[in-house]
């Protein structure tokens, strides 16, 4: 079993719906969660951290379910620059107690006009 | 405000070539890794280093090697390449604000 799962997609939407992403992780002892976007060819950056509580950036809200594991992304009246990979990226420490991402395979979006 | 510097861009090897990949940080991050990307697959870690003087292997160590000579430079050597190794590689440094990506590098190994 993967360590990060992810719908691959590619989830194809009009411009303004809203579109939902999901992503399970397996180690219960993750510590910190993300999303980061990956444009193509491009290098990962990071969106938005994930929080217990929830949390909200503009049409982006990122939520997270420690019982289930579950983590998930909500874009709001998507645009065409939305389009690109979301990876869900997972935090977990090691011995030392240093850090380490482990990262989803990543799911991605094309919005067309 | 370089922040992760990757060289080179591009590069292609025939198969038992050798070859080093710079990455260079210009944030005094004591953490710096190399990941791996390939299709349909997350990052995969290939080392890591939390300091210079201080390497250790990721998920997917073999057929690589690693140094930390100083706080700003982990350069990736690729002993003896193999067409396995293709792939996008991504050099990354963590500080308190997160992790930061160099812009890659695109090798293929024919």
């Known amino acids: 079993r993967k360590e990060v799962e992810q719908d691959p997609g590619p989830f194809n939407v009009p411009e303004g719906a809203t579109v939902a992403f999901n992503c399970t992780y397996s180690n219960s002892a993750s510590q910190s969660f993300f999303w980061y976007r990956q444009d193509c060819r491009k290098e990962p950056k990071l969106l938005m951290s994930v929080y217990s509580s929830g949390n909200e950036d503009g049409r982006f809200t990122a939520q997270l379910n420690r019982a289930s594991q579950y983590i998930s992304l909500l874009i709001r009246d998507s645009k065409l620059s939305d389009s690109a990979t979301y990876l869900c990226?997972?935090?977990?420490?090691?011995?030392?107690?240093?850090?380490?991402?482990?990262f989803g395979a990543g799911t991605r979006l094309a919005v067309h006009p | 405000n370089a922040g992760v510097t990757q060289t080179p861009k591009f590069q292609v090897l025939k198969t038992g070539q050798s070859m080093t990949l710079q990455c260079a940080q210009d944030?005094?991050?004591?953490?710096m890794s190399w990941y791996r990307q390939d299709p349909g697959m997350g990052l995969r870690l290939i080392h890591y280093s939390v300091g210079a003087g201080i390497t250790d292997q990721g998920e997917v160590p073999n057929g690589y090697n690693v140094s930390r000579s100083t706080t700003e430079d982990f350069p990736l050597r690729l002993l003896s390449a193999a067409p396995s190794q293709t792939s996008v590689y991504f050099c990354?440094?963590?500080?308190?604000?997160?992790?930061?990506f160099g812009s890659g590098t695109r090798l293929t190994v024919v």
């Open positions: 944030m005094n991050h004591e953490y």
């Open positions: 990354a440094s963590s500080g308190h604000y997160g992790y930061t």
């Open positions: 990226v997972v935090n977990e420490r090691f011995s030392g107690g240093y850090n380490k991402l482990i």
